[in-house]
């Protein structure tokens, strides 16, 4: 058995066993939590759960005011580079083949060109990241 057999082979099989177990792992752990029970009637006119739940959603996705002007290099840089993680693992089509002879499941993919541009872009971030968290001395504290 060569070396790409094995990786295509066991070595797969067990990583996708690991992965499946870990991922119900703490899918049950986040389900096991303990609610909270709110015992207060909600007021009249107050939305809806499920829409309570959906704006503190995204209200969370946008830095509170006074960490706005400090932290917005870090927000953005969040969202290009997990943005493009997301495009380049899900929308490039030597991934998408692998997830289909995984799987089964097969859509559409991005041209080629387009993903390196997007994967360069998305490095680039991970550095501009790498050397603002170096650069920041409460930053560099928190990584050691």
Known sequence: MTLLEFARGPALQ?????FVLGATWRFFGALMLPWRLV???PRKGAPSPIAAAIKGVVVKMWPHKPFQ???????????ILHFGLAIVVFLFAPHILFIKGMTG???PALPSNLVYMIGVITIASLVAGLVHRLRSPVLRLISR
């Open 105 to 107: 499941l097969s859509w």
């Open 69 to 79: 002007k400090a932290g917005m290099f870090t927000f953005v840089n969040g969202y």
């Open 14 to 18: 067990a990583a996708m066993i690991i």
């Open 39 to 41: 015992p207060a009637e």
